[in-house]
């Protein structure tokens, strides 16, 4: 595998499940992020990791929780959604923290029923 | 308030004629300047990046972007479009010293053939 992946692709749960997205970079940066994609809005920066340490936390509701292991994965654990956290999430990485190019995952498409 | 603006949300262009997207940003800091590209279903592809030097910069699939610093602008350019260029192009902004991005909206480009 190359560049960032991220599983699963497509997601449909429900509002009272329990469910956890999976990103792993394989680019050896120091750096992760996840954003939330929704239509017609600007992509929105929910949280960043650095070394493993959050470094930032978007005011983003309790119902997101994210886990960062070690400097290659990133994970989104999801519970008690609400219908308008269906999206796209993204998750990236740079090498460093910074305002540097970041390298994207190709999302995971999450439908809340 | 430091925003991105892109004012066109939806552009179409005939393959092989020429492509300009636009962006203009209001931002306190010397800028650093990207151009990103997403395909149906994917994530985000760096095209390009401005930091500093040569205001006009090079980057993938033949596009490249000016920045204008007395019109807060950083517009991005193909000579020639191809009928895979068909995407949605995302100008984002940073600045030394913060780790964050701000998105504009986006443009989305159709191509037709």
Same mark, same amino acid.
């Given at each position: 595998e190359t560049g960032v992946t991220q599983t699963p692709r497509h997601l449909v749960m429900g509002m009272t499940n329990k469910k956890s997205l999976k990103c792993e970079q394989h680019l050896g940066h120091n750096a992760m992020y996840w954003y939330k994609q929704s239509a017609k809005k600007p992509l929105e920066l929910m949280f960043v990791y650095s070394l493993e340490e959050r470094v930032e936390n978007n005011s983003v509701? +309790?119902?997101f929780s994210p886990e960062c292991p070690n400097s290659s994965h990133l994970f989104l654990h999801l519970h008690t959604l609400q219908p308008e956290d269906s999206a796209l999430y993204l998750?990236? +990485?740079s090498q460093v923290l910074g305002p540097r190019e970041?390298?994207? #995952?190709? #999302?995971?498409?999450?439908?809340v029923t | 308030a430091q925003s991105v603006t892109q004012p066109d949300i939806h552009i179409t262009v005939s393959e092989g004629a020429s492509l300009e997207l636009r962006c203009?940003?209001?931002?306190?800091?010397?800028?650093y300047l990207f151009w990103y590209v997403q395909s149906p279903g994917q994530g985000l592809q760096l095209l390009l990046k401005y930091f500093s030097g040569d205001t006009l910069v090079q980057g993938i699939k033949g596009f490249e972007a000016e920045f204008k610093r007395s019109q807060s602008s950083f517009n991005l350019r193909k000579p020639? /479009?191809?009928?895979?260029?068909a995407a949605e192009y995302f100008c984002a902004v940073g600045a030394s010293g913060t780790y964050k991005y701000i998105f504009g909206t986006g443009t989305r480009?159709? /191509?037709l053939a």
């Open positions: 509701p +309790s119902r998750c990236a +990485s970041q390298y994207f #995952g190709p #999302g995971t498409r999450l439908t | 203009n940003y209001s931002y306190g800091a010397t800028p020639s /479009v191809h009928w895979s260029d480009l159709k /191509v």
